[in-house]
């Protein structure tokens, strides 16, 4: 409902009064007040305000002094006639004047004397200079060559105002035209008696013996910015790939975060004295834990345990074995679930953290996530695995997939698939192989198992456009708040 | 990965194919090709299994084979050499295994020269751990009288090391020589040191730290002597990629005798070593159908020795392969030969039906919690350090079951996390020039005794945050876990909070939750000036 005031402004900005300044003399308001309603009314979408910064200009003293007596030219050129000797000028204003008399053409010296030439019309500063007089005004309304010749003399300066200007809207009208008849009130929230027993006509209400009107909104009118509480980017990248796994038949597997150097290296026929095994790559602990039986992992380490291996030679060491380490892939993970589960057909898959001794920097963090499935059948090939890449990239929204030779040290064949991607080309995303028979055999798994490992947080950075991996992890707030869910991910 | 310089023009004459036709099938043979490539070279990365391609002389062999321009075993052969090379009983406790050959008439252009040296770093990465295992010496064989003798010789003996001047004690060189400083630790507790000498007593090597300088190999130099020394069968390995690869450049290998007290041998063996495979194997591995013939062409691409006979092949690996331990390697090779890009992908007909773990399916429970409730998922490191995690929370002393690594690679991950509010602080005080309030939460791991658990974690910073607020999270939170009948809220002694408005959640008299209000004390730390109050649950436990 309008306040008393509010509805004034509004009759009179109804009424063809634009100006604030007039408003206020003709409602006997203060100014501030006048535009305050009339905020308040352009709120509810009553009037629009335009605003507007206005420049003036006015005469500087030097300015006002030429405005009264002329220009020194001018001065000059009536007070040498028809000519007069340069040395007979003695007046400081006479100097000037006679530097403009040139510039502008009035004049010439001839041997040592001024004449005039032309008819010295009068110049557009000289307008200028006499319409500026009468006092202040906008650059609208005066000749812009006059203007910037006084400016550039010091004769003007420009201050600048802010000016409002009120147009009625035609809600506005309507409205001020019911408030002229003093009826119905205006009505911003509706009261549950309202609801309940008033007796509605559109917009109009009548409730408790009274009439109300609920006034339209502008509803293009923008409102704070608020957000939902959502999931991490990153975790619906995640859930999307658990989904396509999950799709796809596979079942889900997790493991510890603490290993030991047997699953995370020894039972993947990782040679005691492989680099990545070193204290530079893995974060070992100091502790130590029970390994299961180890003979047959021994003896292919040492022999290659009568699977036509060669094995490593030298001797395979328990104490190695057993070190604790924070896993680097969760290949440890899968092969013990394998070791658990022997017969076919087996299809599991895990995304879970892994932990390499990295230096921290925009692609490197020392912990990310890793998606890794196996198949475990009878009768399953490389090709059976090249097929199972394509589709999963498929599904991801890769749709070209080339796949190159690779080298893992735990399939045999290795391969690692490439994506193809508009601006970066093709992309290597993730490795994949057939599980080495030096794996597998120790455990009593008799078919082969297809397994292939992926970098998720790689993806993450494809798909999300990341420049700086941390993101992920330590987050912006604003960056989570803005992410909208429907990213195409 | 070892990266290997190839120069085109290099590559087109040892190869003898065109810069196009050997880059658009280098990758498929196994091998990532540097993006930035130069005009007249370009950097290629091969795999740690293939250190015979760790030269370009090695590539271009191979790239021989895989173009179909020379295929099949590649005979180098071996001419009977004067030169003894004696190992001595005081060597053998040290570094005892050792082999040798002579390689002559060569010619070193600038190319050859950056090749080898590049060949041998590899190799000493690739094949030698650094050294320990394989260590080579390359010498300019004019300069010295075999025959040599391999000895266990006092540190105190001296010489002039390569790049020096100076006679220096073995035992300064280790000290003083920038080679010494590096790999000396090799021979820590060693009482002799390692050392090739000539007939005149003069020194050849000191391996596996640096040669002497007086065979320093130059542009002058045609005829080398090589000695590979360590501690493992794969010094003769590495033999063979260096004795072969300089025969690629034209020379001409000439055999060492190694006298030894176990027996005496001819140095190197170029033999290969005969496999017999069988084609309906590799056939079910790949998936491919190759007839025993088709299965050896491929080999022969990959310069493999190779015959069908019956269903079966037999092939024979170039001395110089270093990874071939099972038939599945030379099936690798097979698949290669016949091109990965000419395998049709096939999906498995494997049937199963696929269930998300229950952990999984709990914690999406939480997550929608949490999100009705109007907060953002965060997904902090689970590494973080004592000082954030305990000293600051002003939870010391850090309880034991906390998992501490042994070399941390910074001071900000020194252990795994055993809660996550810090975490979110830490997200926090990253955050505050962001709008307020900020409600974030975390639905992750913990590991506590090495075993890994699942935790929630939320928490609001704002001006008004209170801790009525976060009781009613919590009572949320557990009406909808399903918990709230066995849990007991008690008030809380943890010192993060502060004293009289923290509550711990107690189920069956253990501590399994807490909320309240944290203490300014621990917002000062972490940096934060406004209050925030939290929460933290355990919810599960992986067994």
Redesign the interface.
């Known amino acids: 409902m309008l306040s008393e005031s509010d509805a004034r402004v509004l009759k009179a900005i109804s009424d063809g009064l634009y100006d604030p300044r007039i408003i206020a003399e003709k409602l006997n308001m203060k100014v501030e007040a006048v535009r305050a309603s009339a905020d308040a009314l352009a709120e509810s979408g009553l009037v629009r305000v335009n605003k507007s910064v206005k420049e003036a200009f006015s005469l500087t003293a030097e300015g006002q002094r030429y405005g009264k007596e002329g220009l020194p030219e001018r001065r000059l050129l009536q007070e040498i006639a028809s000519g007069k000797p340069v040395s007979e000028l003695k007046d400081p204003s006479s100097k000037i004047g006679l530097g403009w008399l040139r510039k502008k053409g009035w004049a010439v010296i001839q041997a040592g004397m001024i004449k005039p030439i032309g008819s010295a019309a009068k110049g557009k500063d000289e307008e200028v200079l006499e319409s500026l007089l009468a006092g202040p005004k906008s650059g609208a309304s005066l000749d812009s060559s006059g203007l910037e010749a006084l400016k550039s003399r010091g004769l003007v300066s420009s201050s600048k105002t802010k000016e409002w200007r009120y147009e009625i809207t035609p809600e506005g009208r309507r409205v001020a035209s019911e408030a002229g008849d003093a009826k119905a009130q205006s009505l911003t929230v509706i009261a549950s008696g309202m609801i309940k027993n008033g007796d509605w006509d559109g917009s109009n209400l009548r409730y408790d013996g009274r009439l109300y009107y609920a006034r339209p909104y502008d509803v293009t009118l923008a409102a704070d910015r608020i957000y939902p509480g959502k999931k991490h980017p990153y975790q619906r990248l995640i859930d999307r790939m658990r989904g396509i796994m999950l799709e796809m038949g596979f079942s889900e597997i997790k493991g510890q975060v603490v290993q030991s150097s047997f699953w995370n290296f020894d039972a993947l026929f990782q040679p005691q004295d492989h680099p990545a095994r070193e204290m530079q790559d893995t974060f070992y602990l100091d502790s130590k834990a029970e390994i299961p039986d180890y003979s047959r992992v021994k003896e292919v380490h040492e022999h290659g345990g009568g699977i036509g291996s060669t094995g490593w030679g030298g001797c395979w060491s328990p104490e190695v074995a057993s070190q604790e380490v924070l896993r680097t892939h969760t290949t440890g993970v899968t092969i013990k679930y394998l070791a658990e589960h022997p017969m076919p057909p087996v299809k599991v898959f895990g995304i879970d953290r892994v932990y390499r001794r990295e230096a921290i920097d925009a692609t490197h963090t020392p912990e990310f996530e890793q998606l890794e499935g196996v198949i475990m059948d009878e009768g399953v090939s490389f090709r059976h695995l090249l097929g199972f890449l394509k589709e999963f990239y498929l599904k991801m929204g890769f749709e070209e997939v080339r796949f190159r030779p690779g080298y893992f040290p735990y399939t045999e064949p290795s391969v690692e698939p490439e994506v193809f991607i508009d601006g970066l080309g093709w992309v290597e995303l993730g490795g994949a192989g057939v599980f080495r028979k030096e794996v597998t055999a120790p455990f009593g798994i008799e078919q082969r198992v297809l397994a292939w490992g992926l970098g998720v947080s790689r993806v993450a950075m494809l798909k999300l456009g990341l420049k700086d991996l941390r993101l992920l992890y330590q987050s912006d707030i604003q960056w989570l708040r803005e992410t909208p869910l429907s990213i195409e991910s | 990965m070892p990266v290997v310089r190839l120069y085109y023009e290099d590559m087109e004459r040892l190869i003898g194919a065109s810069r196009d036709t050997i880059m658009s099938r280098m ?4 091998a ?1 090709i540097g993006k930035s490539a130069e005009s007249d070279h370009v950097d290629v990365e091969f ?4 250190p015979d391609l760790y030269s370009p002389e090695g590539v271009a062999r191979a790239m021989q084979g895989f173009l179909g321009l020379k295929t099949g075993l590649v005979d180098y052969p071996v001419q009977k050499g004067s030169v003894v090379c004696q190992v001595e009983e005081s060597v053998k406790s040290v570094r005892p295994i050792i082999g040798c050959a002579v390689v002559r008439g060569l010619e070193f252009s600038s190319e050859a020269i950056e090749s080898l040296m590049g060949l041998q770093e590899d190799l000493h990465w690739g094949l030698g ?1 650094n050294r320990r ?1 394989v260590a080579i010496g390359v010498h300019d064989i004019s300069r010295v009288s075999p025959p040599f003798r391999y000895l266990g010789a006092d540190p105190e003996r001296k010489f002039v090391p390569l790049d020096f001047t100076e006679e220096l004690s073995m035992r300064e060189i280790l000290q003083e020589h920038p080679k010494g400083k590096d790999y000396g630790h090799i021979l820590d507790g060693c009482e002799r040191y390692p050392l090739i000498v000539d007939a005149n007593d003069d020194v050849l090597s000191f391996p596996p730290i640096i040669n002497g300088d007086l065979t320093r190999v130059t542009d002058d130099t045609h005829d080398l002597f090589i000695d590979v020394t360590g501690t ?2 794969m010094v003769f390995k590495a033999l063979n990629i260096v004795v072969t690869s300089l025969a690629e450049r034209g020379g001409k290998i000439e055999s060492v005798l190694v006298k030894r007290s176990e027996g005496d041998f001819i140095s190197p063996n170029l033999e290969p070593t005969r496999w017999i495979v069988s084609a309906d194997e590799a056939n ?5 159908d190759l007839t025993a013939e088709e299965l050896a062409d491929c080999l022969k691409m990959m310069r493999f020795g190779a015959r069908a006979e019956g269903s079966m092949v037999e092939v024979h690996v170039p001395a110089y392969r270093a990874d071939i ?5 030379i ?2 090779d097979a ?2 030969g016949f091109g ?2 000419r ?15 229950p ?2 399916l709990r914690r999406e429970e939480v ?1 929608e919690i ?14 973080t350090n004592e000082k954030v995690h305990f000293e600051w929370m002003r939870r010391m002393p850090v309880p034991p079951g906390t ?8 001071e ?2 020194t252990i ?1 996390r055993t809660s996550l509010l810090s975490s979110l602080l ?2 926090f005080a ?2 505050q020039h ?1 709008p307020l309030p ?3 939460f975390a639905a992750g ?1 913990v ?1 506590v005794d ?3 658990r699942m935790h929630l974690a939320a928490a609001s910073i704002h001006s008004s945050a209170s801790f009525s607020e976060i009781r009613s999270v919590a009572d949320a939170v557990m009406r909808e876990m399903g918990l709230g009948d066995e849990m007991k809220i008690v008030p809380s002694q943890d010192g993060a909070f502060l004293p009289g408005r923290g509550a711990d959640l107690m189920k069956d008299d253990r501590r399994v939750g807490l909320f309240g209000e944290l203490h300014p004390l621990v917002l000062r730390s972490f940096g934060l000036e406004q209050p925030v109050v939290a929460l933290e649950i355990e919810w599960g436990e ?1 067994l």
């Open positions: 990758a498929m043979m196994g990532d795999f740690p299994d293939r751990r295992k493992d069968p079910q591995l790949i998936g491919f331990m099972h038939s599945w390697d099936f690798e698949a290669k990965y890009d395998l049709v992908a096939e999906l498995p007909k494997t049937v199963t039906i696929g269930s998300a773990h952990v999984e997550r949490m999100i009705g409730l109007g907060y953002l998922e965060t997904m902090p490191f689970t590494l998992t501490r690594v042994l070399h941390p690679i910074s900000l991950h795994l830490e997200i990253i955050n962001h900020q409600r974030i791991d590991v090495k075993k890994t992986l």
